[in-house]
């Protein structure tokens, strides 16, 4: 399957750890991007390759993989991590890329 | 550092060719490992990949698109364009152009990206 799966929606506690999942068979295969949405704005790269952070990105912000998930971790959410967060990759031919659904994400 | 900017049309009538333009500035359509991409967002859904152009000029579209789309080049102007024939309303979506990063097989990235471009389809 090309698709990559996220839960619509996930709420965490302020100063708690959330993680945000993606699911996908491709991501056996290609590492996920991670990107970060705030209302009203362009979508932001947040988390890509292994676990690599571009510039200017807090590092409470982490990613990892394990079969065929992919998995952006908050450690400590901030009340200015409310957004919504995109997976990306690649499906199995390599050439297309693919977008998860989206997850909401609610700091209480 | 490298931007992006969008321009055209912010209202398309049915059954017209939705075009638009990304101007590449600090940077260069030509260089390698850039895939310069097209990315949509109908209102209050989710991201979608409509395809990209390489740096070596070659293309590839969202197979769901494929029919209708068309990505091309001005490297003089350092500028790609998007071209959606026969749009609808389903076509209804802010567009945005982004750059592609492909470190290797198996790990790409968006960045930067454009500020957005919200095209409505209606007569």
């Known amino acids: 399957s090309s698709e990559l799966t996220q839960d619509p929606a996930v709420s965490v506690a302020l100063g708690q750890t959330v993680r945000i999942t993606c699911q996908g068979d491709?991501?056996?295969?290609?590492?996920a991007s991670w990107y970060q949405q705030k209302p009203g704005q362009a979508p932001v790269l947040v988390i890509y390759?292994?676990?690599n952070r571009p510039s200017g990105i807090p590092d409470r912000f982490s990613g990892s993989r394990s079969g065929n998930t992919a998995t952006l971790t908050m450690t400590g959410a901030q009340a200015e991590d409310e957004a919504d967060y995109y997976c990306?990759?690649?499906?199995?031919?390599?050439?297309?890329?693919?977008f998860g659904g989206g997850t909401k994400l609610t700091v209480l | 550092q490298v931007q992006l900017q969008e321009s055209g049309p912010g209202l398309v009538k049915p059954s017209e060719t939705l075009s638009l333009t990304c101007t590449v500035s600090?940077?260069?359509?030509?260089?390698?490992?850039?895939?310069w991409t097209w990315i949509r967002q109908p209102p209050g859904k989710g991201l979608e990949w409509i395809g990209h152009?390489?740096?070596?000029?070659?293309?590839t579209y969202n197979p769901s698109l494929k029919s209708r789309v068309t990505i091309s080049v001005d490297t003089s102007k350092n500028q790609f364009s998007l071209h959606l024939t026969s749009v609808t309303a389903a076509d209804t979506a802010v567009y945005y152009c982004?750059?592609?990063?492909?470190?290797?097989?198996?790990?790409?990235?968006?960045?930067?990206w454009g500020q957005g471009t919200l095209v409505t389809v209606s007569s």
């Open positions: 982004a750059r592609d990063e492909v470190s290797s097989s198996y790990t790409n990235w968006f960045a930067p």
């Open positions: 600090a940077g260069s359509v030509t260089s390698p490992p850039y895939y």
């Open positions: 152009l390489s740096y070596s000029g070659s293309r």
């Open positions: 491709s991501l056996r295969i290609y590492y």
């Open positions: 390759g292994k676990n």
């Open positions: 990306n990759s690649r499906d199995f031919s390599g050439n297309h890329r693919v």
